[in-house]
């Protein structure tokens, strides 16, 4: 089998937060990113779409370091949910349309299939947002993230606001959505068993750095620092 590509790749990257970040994601992997909370894990994702720079060292998308994006064109790319969405005020059809119609690319069929990715009937495209459940809201949100293709997802704590039926669509969709496409996702969550039911890789982050990393099966069964062991044990 051949080396799967590199997507994104840290090197020594330093802000105000975050201290000597380097990692590797390779297209088709799931991340999922745990610490406690104030590690830093919203601050990396925020690194990998520009909602940060780095002080120091070197962030690359597919080769090309994400500065030198457009950066419209890397967030369209690198698409980002979080724990509760904010769709704007309409209907779910204006809310999946928008980004897709920024870039001329709205097809009316693609409401349809947005939705049925996420398990919604079509007939939903004319609700207003405001009239859905917190977890309807919240797959009309990937929904959205999905009009735009993105090649890889950021996704922050998007289960934490949601129902049990709603946690189980939302990873049925995520392990679909990763061979079908292959979208690479990193993927913060607080949930341990989430991170494990989820992840091809997980990161263990403390006070800003990256104490551990490595596959998810391996991290949970093994883990080397005392801040791992301590942290799987509260
Ligand atoms: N804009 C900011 N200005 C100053 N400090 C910030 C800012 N954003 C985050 N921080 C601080 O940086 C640290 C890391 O925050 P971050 O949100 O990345 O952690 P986290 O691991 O995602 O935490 P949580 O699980 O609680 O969401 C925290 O101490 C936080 O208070």
Redesign the pocket.
């Known amino acids: 089998m051949s080396e799967a590509e590199t997507i994104i790749q840290m090197e020594n990257v330093h802000t105000p937060?975050l201290q000597d970040i380097s990692l590797q994601i390779k297209k088709g992997e799931i991340i999922t990113l745990i610490?406690g909370?104030?590690?830093?894990?919203?601050?990396l994702l925020m690194l990998l779409n520009r909602l940060v720079d780095p002080g120091e060292g070197t962030i690359h998308y597919k080769g090309k370091d994400v500065r030198e994006y457009e950066v419209p064109e890397l967030r369209k790319s690198i698409g980002m949910v979080l724990q509760s969405s904010s769709l704007f005020e309409g209907t779910v059809l204006d809310n999946l349309s928008f980004g897709p119609k920024l870039f001329q690319e709205w097809e009316d069929d693609m409401g349809e299939e947005l939705l049925e990715h996420v398990q919604l009937p079509a007939s939903y495209l004319d609700r207003d947002v405001e009239t859905l459940s917190g977890g309807e809201q919240q797959r009309v949100a990937f929904a959205r993230t999905l009009a735009n293709r993105p090649d890889v997802l950021l996704l922050d704590e998007v289960t934490s606001a949601v129902d049990l039926k709603n946690v189980e669509l939302i990873e049925a969709f995520l392990l679909e959505i990763v061979p079908a496409s292959a979208h690479a996702i990193i993927m913060?969550t607080?949930d341990v068993k989430q991170a494990q039911r989820l992840g091809d890789r997980t990161i263990f982050?403390d006070g800003?750095a990256i104490v551990e990393a490595g596959p998810t099966g391996q991290l949970f069964a093994d883990p080397q620092s005392e801040q791992l062991q301590y942290f799987l044990k509260e």
Do not use: N
């Not at 909370?37 to 601050?43: D, E």
């Open positions: 937060i610490g909370s104030g590690a830093g894990k919203s601050s913060v607080h982050m800003g």
